[in-house]
């Protein structure tokens, strides 16, 4: 029996004129051909037909999964013919409800979660959301079922849970598609009268092949054939146009697609783990290299350190000019000249001569104490040195040169030769430097510029020569008691008393040597202790020799400045001892030498420790900025030097390394995309059913998009745990093998980093695949097994 109707009923929905084709080939197959039919506000309509007819074409426009191609489908009164995507969307959601014949429940989600979910496409609240969908199960008879999986439900529970989803967003359309097509007859019967009872308040619109159910409990039976409207059992025309309807689009937050994403991924937990453990190889190799490096740069940073810390950073009065020299590196091209061209040498070029004024010196003395408390300036002058042998004194030197091959008639047979060490005294006077870096094998430390000190290797060796020009008699690997060498005494003896005026004008060394040790300007000099290098690492800044304090040559300086000597080769171009005519540059050496020249040779500033080295170098360049390039004052850093070389080779091997591991992240991310691409296979209908219940695009884009990033940021974690737990095994390997410990350390800055590039690489690799299963169609998608 049909129910009546009331005259006054209101149209919800309008076909007019409706054409829908779909080619195949050359064949045209006309699914709608110019379908214009009303439906009723409440009604409950059967739609009737042969498979092919068209019926549920016509069930998917009505519903917004499929688009008509010419006519109008009108939603009280309101045409769609300009819909978006986003409107039919938000039309699935607020007014449609879906009945599946195969109940298209998603297995991943709990009855209530599948119940909920076209409320959480709308953004219902959660305390709605749950009463509206508790509300549904219980009206379709589910009261002590709602809280199971769907595969613990029978085939009629499972469409009672179809329809409980239909109808929680109290949509005005319930559209039903052979909605007892996979249930027995008993159930059937129930699924039907649940179906009649909600028609109530709403518009039904059922397809079926059942036409005995549809006479027993449908109010109007539609007969549907070759795309047409063949029969109508109550027609319906609306006597007026409505206006009202409004949309209300889904939204979808990232939070509700991670937790969609987590549920799918929770009911996979093998493949799950075994694609982390694959994605995060990469991430273990660049880790474990990156921890490997770490270690390996800290060890040779404590390695340098301990080694360049007595580095000082030098400035003669001729330096090489680094920015000169890599200048004319980067000139250097192949010519195509047929010339020969003349020019100085790179290094030549490079050259440069500093003004070391007393300007300049002030402004070092400036330098912060914190930075450089040890600055030593040495000055060229020659010490005349006599030593009592055998109770007589002979002269002796500081120099390092073999004496019996050493060439003779030098200007100063008694002068110190330059590759003896000068070690640095404090700015406040103390002497900490040697303290630092150097232990007292027998004596003490020098408190004195008169003291001196004999610096021996490691293995307590001592050079020859030192021996043999400090006057002792030694052959090569004769051995000395500590007590034989500490105490020697040297003479230091002033120009005015060792060298005497001919008659000529020409100077001579004296030969009255026990004369000159006793004068008063002459000064004596104590080898107060023998000292080696303290540091494993370091063969340290002094050489095996004699060392004496900077201030020793400031004494020797003040001493001879105002000599006769000096003040006779000032006023002559000749050598005042040889009597050979000599050029500017020879003279002024000589000059140097004789000590009438009070501009420093030699300036070496020890940073305090290793990591103000910067901040030394940054004063020293401060004092060159905006001067002409003739005025700037150039220095030496080989600590410098070393230190970027050694890092720059650690860095290549670092750079190399994490290149091959790159690679398998590169292929972790096609692998990726790979896995999503199937999981969009495997999740079509998912997608589908989404689609239905009114999911956009993007919302579907984010649930796969969220899959890999769970993926990615997993991968990326248990590839940093997994490295962190290799660090210990590799520590303990290191340390057996090469003596060092605690090589491998992970810096948690690029773990954190790495994660993250984990989840960027994913992310990517994911995302075609997400944006293929967006555009999915969804009437397709449902249909897919």
């Known amino acids: 029996m049909f129910k009546k109707r009331l005259k006054g009923d209101l149209a919800v929905l309008k076909l007019s004129h409706i054409n829908k084709y779909y080619h195949v080939g050359e064949t045209v197959t006309k699914a709608q051909n110019d379908v214009s039919v009303d439906f009723r506000q409440q009604e409950f309509v059967a739609i009737l037909g042969p498979s092919g007819s068209g019926k549920t074409t016509m069930l998917n426009i009505i519903g917004g999964l499929d688009r008509y191609d010419s006519g109008d489908l009108l939603i009280k009164g309101k045409s769609t013919k300009n819909f978006k995507d986003s409107d039919w969307d938000a039309y699935r959601n607020n007014s449609v409800g879906f009945i599946f014949q195969s109940y298209n429940l998603i297995s991943h989600l709990s009855i209530m979660e599948n119940v909920e979910m076209g409320m959480t496409l709308s953004g219902v609240p959660a305390v709605q959301k749950r009463k509206q969908a508790t509300d549904a199960l219980i009206r379709v008879g589910l ?27 109290d949509p ?81 937050s990232y939070w509700t697609a991670l937790k969609l994403s987590f549920t799918n991924i929770r009911t996979k937990k093998g493949r799950t783990f075994l694609t982390v453990f694959a994605s995060s190889i990469g991430i273990i190799g660049i880790a474990v290299v990156l ?43 192949a010519s195509k000249s047929n010339q020969v061209k003349a020019e100085k040498s790179d290094q030549e070029k490079a050259q440069h001569t500093n003004k070391i004024t007393n300007k300049y010196l002030d402004y070092l ?27 007589k004194y002979k002269p002796v030197t500081f120099s390092n040169t073999n004496p019996d091959t050493a060439s003779s008639g030098s200007m ?49 060796s001592l050079n020859i020569n030192a021996l043999k020009n400090l006057g002792i008699s030694v052959k090569e690997g004769q051995k000395f008691n500590y007590n034989d060498l500490v105490g020697t005494k040297v003479k230091m003896v002033a120009n005015d008393d060792y ?56 004494e020797a300086l003040n001493v001879n400045q105002n000599s006769a000597i000096v003040t006779a080769q000032k006023n002559s171009n000749n050598n005042v001892i040889t009597g050979q005519n000599m050029d500017k540059a020879a003279r002024s050496n000589v000059l140097t030498t004789l000590g009438g020249t009070s501009t420093p040779t030699n300036i070496q500033i020890y940073p305090t420790r290793f990591k103000q080295k910067d901040s030394v170098l940054s004063y020293l360049d401060k004092y060159n900025q ?18 970027k070389m050694t890092g ?134 449902l249909r897919a097994e």
């Open 143 to 169: 009261k002590d079922q709602m809280h199971k999986q769907p595969s613990q439900l029978s085939g009629g529970q499972m469409q009672r849970v179809a329809i409980a989803r239909a109808i929680a967003n």
């Open 172 to 252: 005005e359309i319930l559209l039903a598609d052979e909605p007892t097509g996979a249930l027995d007859s008993e159930t059937s019967l129930e699924i039907m009268e649940l179906i009649r009872d909600l028609s109530k308040d709403r518009l039904v619109i059922m397809v079926t092949h059942n036409p005995d159910l549809a006479h027993q409990y449908a109010d109007r039976i539609i007969e549907f054939a070759d795309g047409q409207i063949q029969y109508d059992s109550n027609p319906f025309e609306e006597d007026s146009d409505q206006t009202g309807f409004s949309l209300n689009n889904t939204k979808m």
């Open 291 to 333: 921890a490997l490096s770490n270690g390996f740069q800290k060890q040779v940073n404590q390695t340098q350190s301990n080694t360049l810390s007595t580095m000082p950073v030098t400035i003669s009065q001729v330096s090489t000019d680094p920015s000169a020299m890599a200048n004319n590196s980067s000139k250097d091209k």
């Open 365 to 391: 003395n400036k330098m912060p104490k914190k930075d450089a408390k040890n600055i030593a300036v040495s000055y060229g002058t020659g010490m005349n040195l006599l030593r009592q042998v055998n109770g």
């Open 412 to 460: 100063m047979s008694g002068s110190s030769n330059t590759t003896s060490s000068v070690y640095p005294v404090d700015r406040n006077g103390k002497q900490t430097f040697l303290k630092s870096y150097y232990k007292v094998l027998a004596g003490n430390y020098p408190t004195k510029a008169t003291d001196i000190v004999l610096v021996v290797n490691k293995d307590n």
């Open 499 to 554: 060298y005497t005026k001919l008659p000529t004008g020409n100077f001579v060394s004296g030969t009255d040597y026990s004369s000159m040790a006793t004068k008063a300007a002459t000064k004596t000099l104590t080898v107060k202790g023998i000292i080696r290098v303290k540091s494993s690492d370091s063969d340290g800044i002094l050489a095996s020799g004699v060392a004496y304090s900077a201030n020793l040559t400031k």
């Open 626 to 643: 905006g001067k002409s390039k003739a005025d700037k004052v150039v220095y030496t850093d080989l600590a410098s030097t070393i230190s």
């Open 648 to 781: 720059g080779i650690m860095d290549a091997i670092t750079y190399v390394l994490i290149a091959f591991a790159g690679i398998s992240l590169v292929t972790s991310m096609i692998m990726i995309a790979i896995i999503t691409y199937t999981s969009v296979l495997e999740r079509t209908k998912e997608i589908g059913v989404l689609k239905a219940l009114g999911a956009r695009k993007k919302d579907i884009t984010r649930v796969f998009d969220a899959e890999t990033f769970i993926l990615g940021f997993g991968a990326g974690i248990f590839g940093i745990f997994v490295a962190w737990v290799l660090t210990f095994p590799i520590n303990a390997i290191l340390e057996n093998v090469t003596g060092l410990a605690g090589v491998a350390v992970l810096n948690p800055m690029q773990a954190v980093i790495l994660v993250i590039i984990s989840t960027v690489l994913t992310l990517l690799g994911g995302h075609i695949p997400a944006r293929m299963a967006a555009k999915k169609d969804a009437a397709i998608a």
